[in-house]
């Protein structure tokens, strides 16, 4: 059993989506919220073509406004960034027990808790060099 793709499209019009099918000329079919229009358009596409269901997938591509774009790539960025700051974060925990930091020291350096450093340090596995009492 083939499956088939369908790019759809749609907008908001009042309250509704509008949704169309490019690839199948005069398909339009609506729904009352985004997370609905998959499976309207699905249903549009399969009583159109007389298929099954299951042969149908559809890729929705909503249009909206630029304020949405710009929020996503700044949530994007937002969590780039948390990775990275994750990765310092763990090769700087890495390298101050290393080095014979206390784990309390280590926190107080990099602004964490001791027992966030001990969480990090046992994810790593990192092993500290004893300290003088």
Request: proline share 4%; aromatic share 4%; with cysteine.
């Amino acid at each position: 059993m083939e499956v088939k793709t369908y790019s759809v499209t749609c907008q908001r019009v009042g309250s509704w989506w509008a949704i169309s099918v490019p690839e199948l000329k005069g398909l339009h079919t609506q729904a009352r919220r985004l997370d609905q229009v998959a499976a309207m358009a699905r249903e549009a596409i399969t009583l159109l073509l007389d298929v099954d269901a299951a042969t149908v997938t559809v890729e929705v591509h909503p249009e909206f406004p630029d304020t949405v774009t710009e929020a996503l790539s700044a949530r994007q960025a937002a969590r780039d960034a948390d990775e990275r700051a994750e990765r310092a974060t763990e090769s700087a925990v890495r390298t101050l027990l290393r080095d014979g930091y206390t784990v309390r020291d280590a926190g107080a350096l990099l602004g964490l808790s001791p027992q966030r450093i001990s969480q990090i340090s046992a994810r790593q596995k990192v092993t500290t060099t004893p300290t003088a009492a």
